[in-house]
């Protein structure tokens, strides 16, 4: 909700662990009570001295307000974003997208991109935040992989692509 804070929300030990490979750092966990000796086990140790919290499934969907897939949240600082015009230095392959407000098919977006080789990822400031939490599972942590960021709040990017070479 508060990008600027850099704050985000990552869910499922996939997505957790492709956030942590990118080099983002974990503030605290938020685990189903079952999965501490089980697959969270690997990545809370991993993270070494942070808080981890722990509940049934039942208390963690009224506490967060959702069914948690695979009972494993955790808080994590964001990474500062890069200007896109660093971000496109040297690279031949971006998607953009263009006012993709859906998380659910920004995340989609994602990992078709992934899959398609995309070198970057630009988002038009419409766009719905990648690191929203239903964003960031549904593309299963392809947003930790895929480098990206939000154009500018102007309708010139185009000729800056342009200028940079881009069709």
Same mark, same amino acid.
């Given at each position: 909700?508060?990008?600027?804070?850099?704050?985000?929300?990552?869910?499922?030990?996939?997505?957790?662990?492709?956030?942590?490979?990118?080099?983002?750092?974990?503030?605290?966990?938020?685990?189903?009570?079952?999965?501490?000796?089980? #697959? !969270?086990?690997? %990545?809370?140790?991993? =993270?070494? *001295?942070?808080?981890?919290?722990? @509940?049934?499934?039942?208390?963690?969907?009224?506490?967060?307000?959702?069914?948690?897939?695979?009972?494993?949240?955790?808080?994590?600082?964001?990474?500062?974003?890069?200007?896109?015009?660093?971000?496109?230095?040297?690279?031949?392959?971006?998607?953009?997208?263009?006012?993709?407000?859906n998380p659910t098919n920004v995340g989609a977006i994602f990992r078709s991109?992934?899959?398609?080789?995309? #070198? !970057?990822?630009? %988002?038009?400031?419409? =766009?719905? *935040?990648?690191?929203?939490?239903? @964003?960031?599972?549904?593309?299963?942590?392809?947003?930790?992989?895929?480098?990206?960021?939000?154009?500018?709040?102007?309708?010139?990017?185009?000729?800056?692509?342009?200028?940079?070479?881009?069709?």
């Amino acid at each position: 909700a508060e990008p600027e804070k850099g704050i985000f929300i990552a869910e499922s030990p996939k997505v957790i662990e492709r956030a942590l490979d990118s080099g983002c750092k974990p503030i605290s966990f938020l685990v189903e009570h079952k999965h501490i000796e089980g #697959e !969270a086990k690997e %990545l809370i140790r991993r =993270c070494g *001295d942070i808080p981890v919290y722990t @509940a049934e499934y039942e208390v963690l969907t009224k506490l967060t307000g959702f069914a948690l897939t695979r009972g494993m949240l955790c808080a994590m600082r964001r990474k500062p974003l890069r200007k896109f015009q660093d971000l496109c230095d040297g690279i031949n392959r971006i998607a953009i997208l263009e006012n993709v407000q859906n998380p659910t098919n920004v995340g989609a977006i994602f990992r078709s991109a992934a899959a398609l080789n995309m #070198e !970057a990822v630009l %988002l038009s400031p419409g =766009c719905s *935040d990648p690191l929203y939490r239903r @964003a960031s599972r549904v593309s299963m942590g392809t947003v930790f992989q895929i480098p990206w960021t939000f154009l500018p709040d102007d309708e010139t990017y185009v000729s800056r692509l342009h200028k940079l070479g881009y069709k």
